[in-house]
């Protein structure tokens, strides 16, 4: 009953492909005129047959969730499977780099003349965020015409799309710095070709203005775990007052989402896996334990993956670049003779191919009680279980443990990974798809914006009770006001949300980021420069914009 019920409940609301191809290409479809038959084919999707009511709203919410999804996926929906939408916000930072670089990855390691207003992935980023924000606005713009819904319904439907094309701005910002600021729907009557560039301030304006309507009109908890929260714009404006320097509004709303019992921490072991072997911290991270119907009160945004099941399957490839390429790895037997005893396994977190791995130092931050840093938080060992590839002197079962002491290298499978991702479909193990379901944001970080505010307001011991809070429930020793520093506050970050945060908005937003990936990167640091902390504004959109001159970012 129970997996009849979450399938249901995954047809009616979560992210239907079909709703994607609306949300994601409305624009086109609104600028469509009627003919003089009045023509309204009931079996075609377009704008005028979509939001005539709450439902049809609905759907069109489901493929702006839809796209959010993608954010874990390929940045094309042609090859879903590489190039990750989402790895440059973690890669050529202080913690992560490109182990096996892909395109992507070889630009975020090696930076310099990779780093150019041609490179692909830039224009394609661009695409999906614009796309994602004028779906967005095509929802936003149509709900006061609506005269079926509700004032309530009106509110829910506005609140979800305005904090995701705020969430989206917040990407293009932290990426291009000043980028065009559009509040409304694009349509074939008022497209444009004279966009300009909106101040980093005016953009944030319009994300504040987003965030906080959301705020007012989101429920603290939704039954629906895909659905944003309350406590999901809270957490987006403590960040956004961090990034402006406002200390005092940031922590007002750390301190909204970290005192609100609903969000408590995971302090406890919970979920199907709490008699076995394992850490709260790390429960939360197990498929079936991360929705807030699962027991996790810790989560703020869950996307929601599903095997199998119409509109389920996002494509998400979080396993597929963070689980390291064990299976390559070959050892050394006694006779000197090198065996691969390593096959793709469900135990070691499905097959993955490596894409980002941790730096030396990342791994290299944990006190030795810290649940973090644990074996269930970190693939520090293998189990042989390959009868073929038993190297001379090895038993199979035998557990030989990875490398965890040399610098990083590229093309290693002897490198520890995060098990955050680890995830198997129980059809086929070498699957490329992640289908479960994924914490996006949660409470825990709340509490380093708590501190980071608190830092800035010069209450140390505030900061120092809020990191606190988090290394209680790690095992962590706990910390003084006097060990509070900024860099201490990152590498706390980097300790709790290894994977998680988008690293480098952290590190931009602090200021930090060139000095911190120097010291501890060793692939791209001595590669990076000032320039690199905004990325170039696509040629491509440069070009397309023909009746007004687009500024390139400085060094480019």
Known sequence: MLVYKRKLNLIKMKFFNKILVCAGLIACVTSCK????????????????????????????????????????????????????SEVTVEGVDNSYSNYPGSPGTVYNNWGAANNAAFIQYSQLW????????????????????????????????????????????HLTFLFGDVPLTLTE???????TDFSRAKVADVQAAMEADWLFAEANLPVTNTNDGKVIKGTAQHYLAE????????????DYATRVTTNTAYALINNRYGANAKNPGTAFTDMFLDGNSDRSQGNTEAL???????????????????????????????????????SPFLPSADFGGRGIGRIGPTKWALSIYDPTDDRGSDYAWRFSYTINNPAGIPKGYTLGQVVPVDRTSNEKLSN?????TRKWDYTSPLDVNNSSSYNDQILIRAGEDYLFLAEADLGLGDLAGAATAINALRTRAHAPLITASQITLDFILDERSRELFSEED?????????TWL?????????????????????????????????AVLPQNPGY
């Open 240 to 251: 956004l007052y961090l990034t402006q320097g406002n200390f005092t509004k940031a922590k």
């Open 127 to 170: 695409a999906y965020f614009y796309q994602t924000i004028n779906a967005a606005n095509t929802i936003i713009g149509r709900v006061p015409l609506n005269t079926t819904m509700t004032g309530d319904q009106k509110n829910q439907t506005l609140a979800e799309a305005r904090l995701i094309r705020a969430w989206c701005y917040r």
């Open 186 to 192: 694009t349509t074939g009557a008022n497209f444009k």
């Open 34 to 85: 009627k003919n003089a038959l009045d023509e309204n084919p009931p079996a075609i999707l377009t704008a005028d047959n979509l939001f005539v009511d709450y439902n049809g709203f609905q759907n069109a919410i489901n493929g702006l969730y839809y796209q959010v999804r993608r954010y874990r996926a390929g940045i094309t929906t042609a090859d879903p499977s590489n190039d990750m939408t």
């Open 503 to 511: 690293r480098r908005y952290t590190l931009l937003r602090t200021k």
């Open 301 to 339: 945004w869950v996307l929601q993956n599903e095997l199998n099941v119409t509109g389920g399957e996002g494509n998400n490839i979080m396993r597929r670049y963070w689980v390291n390429r064990y299976y390559s790895l070959t050892v050394k037997g006694t006779d000197g003779k090198s065996a």
């Open 515 to 547: 000095t911190r990936t120097k010291l501890h990167n060793v692939i791209s640091g001595n590669l990076i420069q000032p320039r690199d902390q905004l990325l170039p504004i696509p040629q491509s959109v440069i070009d397309a914009n023909i009746s």
């Open 413 to 417: 499978p002897n490198w520890p990974s």
